[in-house]
């Protein structure tokens, strides 16, 4: 597992195994997807209820990935403010960027109820915390345009964040009411439960090794010596990508998310944090988010080491975290400690790729990929259906890779160090 010998909080999540749909020789689809995360799944159920003959090829199993370990806060929204957005990408390309990041979380909470998928959640919204006086203003500048555009988003003082989180020393913030929780390995795995049922299907354990365009349709040679041949490609790779698309891993900045979840918690505690169930980010430039599990375990994550982490201590950033904000937890225990990978762009958008007709990769969420992801999938379907471009509100560009991304992890983990020393000092 990628959180190695660290099991994340919805390890235990009881769900039946995927049946087999192991890759045969020579197998032929319409449309074969290389990886069975969010983005991954997302795309081969909207295939599939369009009559595609889909083929899912995943590494390793369904879930054991960033879409089965996140923090399941399911937030609407691009990194990017609407009047941003509008200002950098004209009217036309602003509007489709702000209509689809405000229907991210819709698009989730649709899924769950369409589909009926067997997936605890919750949607009370998300609280973005702000660390300092100037990080209020921001966030009420944030709310005030999501509020012009009707949304009903509230902003919040120093007293209505103490009162909805429980925890100490924050300066305001807002309330996006979109927003909501999931539980991220039920939701993946039913997902995949749900495409099998419309036809696509799934082969874990299988990584493709190779993927060639010839004769008019792609072939993807899986590791272990089967093939399959398909008329298009989706590449959901994202965070995890490896050589298959070269340059591609050379795009993206990949960073490790750490996890900690505590032992349930007493009624009495769990009264007294975030009581209405709200996830919560705050304004850091080293961002700290938590919220609530339905078993009543409070769970908090942030960035951590580009290191493998072999020990606890790898950890302790989140713990002391978590104690700082909430002195009542006491010694309660920190029961599980995981981590993953999110993959970062240089410029905060995900990113699009046609490197040749039929092949499109997406990747990098900058850690909203819950809903980024669900609400990509059946955009990228459509296009390679419809041709039409428009269907994908993102500008389909070029790969370019980061120069110097060989010395990435100097590079990312002095940025971490200042931006820490940087969020210190403004508290
Ligand atoms: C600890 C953590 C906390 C997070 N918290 C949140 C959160 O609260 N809210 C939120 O919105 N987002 C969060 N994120 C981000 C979110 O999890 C991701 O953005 C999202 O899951 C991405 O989905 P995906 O399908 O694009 O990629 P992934 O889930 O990473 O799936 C990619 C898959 O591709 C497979 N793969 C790679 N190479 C190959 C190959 N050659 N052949 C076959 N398969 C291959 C991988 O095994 C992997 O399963 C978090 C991420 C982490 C790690």
Redesign the pocket.
């Known amino acids: 597992m990628s959180g190695g010998s660290f099991a994340s909080a919805w390890a235990d999540w009881p769900s039946t195994p995927l049946p087999s749909d192991a890759l045969g020789s020579d197998e032929t689809c319409d449309l074969a997807i290389?990886?069975?995360?969010?983005?991954?799944l997302c795309s081969a159920l909207d295939a599939a209820r369009r009559g595609l003959s889909v083929r899912v090829?995943?590494?390793?199993a369904i879930g054991?990935?960033?879409?089965g370990?996140?923090?399941?806060?399911?937030?609407p929204g691009l990194k990017f403010d609407p009047d941003w957005l509008l200002e950098h990408f004209g009217e036309t390309r602003g509007e489709a960027l702000i209509r689809f990041g405000a229907g991210m979380a819709d698009c989730v909470f649709d899924l769950i109820a369409r589909e009926t998928l067997d997936v605890p959640h919750e949607r009370a919204g998300w609280i973005q915390a702000a660390h300092s006086e100037h990080a209020a203003r921001a966030a009420e500048l944030r709310a005030e345009q999501w509020i012009a555009r009707g949304v009903p988003a509230k902003v919040l003082s120093a007293e209505d964040v103490a009162r909805l989180t429980g925890a100490r020393g924050y300066h305001g913030g807002w309330l996006d009411p979109r927003a909501g929780v999931i539980h991220p390995l039920a939701y993946t795995r039913e997902l995949a439960r749900a495409a099998r049922k419309a036809g696509a299907l799934i082969a874990e354990n299988?990584?493709?090794v190779r993927l060639q365009h010839e004769n008019g349709a792609w072939t993807l040679a899986a590791h272990g010596g089967h093939t399959l041949r398909s008329k298009s490609v989706i590449v959901?790779?994202?965070?995890?990508?490896?050589g298959?698309i070269p340059g591609l891993a050379q795009t993206l900045l990949p960073l490790h998310?750490f996890?900690i979840a505590t032992a349930p918690l007493s009624e009495a505690t769990r009264a007294s944090i975030l009581p209405e169930g709200q996830g919560v980010s705050d304004s850091r430039r080293i961002v700290i988010?938590y919220r609530r599990s339905a078993d009543g375990r409070l769970l908090l994550?942030g960035r951590g080491s580009m290191a493998e982490p072999t020990q606890a201590q790898a950890w302790a950033h989140l713990e002391h975290a978590a104690k700082r904000l909430y002195p009542s937890l006491g010694d309660v225990a920190i029961e599980k400690r995981w981590?993953?990978?999110?993959a970062m762009t240089f410029d905060h958008l995900p990113h699009v790729h046609e490197p040749e007709r039929g092949l499109i990769v997406a990747a990098g969420?900058q850690?909203?990929?819950?809903?980024l992801?669900t609400a990509l999938g059946p955009r990228l379907v459509d296009y390679l259906v419809t041709r039409d471009a428009e269907t994908i509100p993102f500008p389909i560009t070029p790969i370019r890779p980061i120069p110097f991304h060989a010395f990435r992890n100097l590079g990312i983990g002095a940025a971490i160090a200042w931006y820490r020393l940087v969020d210190m000092l403004e508290r």
């Open positions: 290389v990886g069975g995360g969010i983005l991954g090829l995943e590494a390793v054991e990935r960033a879409s370990l996140n923090g399941g806060q399911v937030i299988t990584r493709v959901a790779t994202n965070a995890y990508a490896d298959l998310s996890q988010y994550g981590y993953g990978r999110v969420c850690g909203r990929g819950v809903g992801m």
